[in-house]
């Protein structure tokens, strides 16, 4: 099996988003964050508990996107990508614009910047895909 760059760059984002969550959760991010207060507290009283079950639901899907989409070419793909692009540019940029605000450090800014690097590393592989390569027949997926 050839492993592709979106294999590889899809893959990549989904493991800095888990590193994310890590660091989101040992700095307990729903303590000091009020929107993510909000969303844990939809899932469970015990925003801790509601925490964990958003993140492992998120890495869960992100994994499933791996192995099953992306790594068979589904025309999903490419939907799939702009969408996790979409959710980690906001979430890159939103915790270093926080942490600004704050005037300190803030739950998840320490891997924020990798988040938006392998956003926008993916953001680019997705833009090449469909376009064909030179002397190529059909177009497909950068290797």
Request: proline fraction near 0%; charge should be negative.
């Given at each position: 099996?050839?492993?592709?760059?979106?294999?590889?760059?899809?893959?990549?984002?989904?493991?800095?988003?888990?590193?994310?969550?890590?660091?989101?959760y040992v700095g307990r991010l729903w303590e000091s964050f009020p929107p993510a207060r909000f969303v844990t507290g939809l899932v469970s009283q015990d925003?801790?508990?509601?925490?964990?079950?958003?993140?492992?639901?998120?890495?869960?899907?992100?994994?499933?996107?791996?192995?099953?989409p992306v790594r068979r070419g589904w025309p999903a793909t490419v939907s799939l990508g702009w969408a996790w692009v979409a959710v980690e540019i906001i979430n890159g940029v939103g915790h270093s614009l926080w942490t600004l605000r704050q005037g300190r450090y803030t739950p998840g800014v320490a891997t924020a910047p990798v988040l938006l690097a392998v956003a926008l590393y993916l953001a680019r592989v997705l833009r090449r895909v469909g376009q064909p390569a030179s002397g190529a027949a059909s177009p497909g997926p950068p290797r």
């Open positions: 099996m050839i492993v592709t760059r979106l294999q590889v760059a899809f893959g990549g984002l989904v493991l800095v988003q888990a590193a994310h969550s890590v660091e989101e925003h801790e508990r509601g925490f964990v079950v958003l993140n492992v639901a998120l890495i869960g899907f992100g994994l499933g996107c791996v192995l099953w």
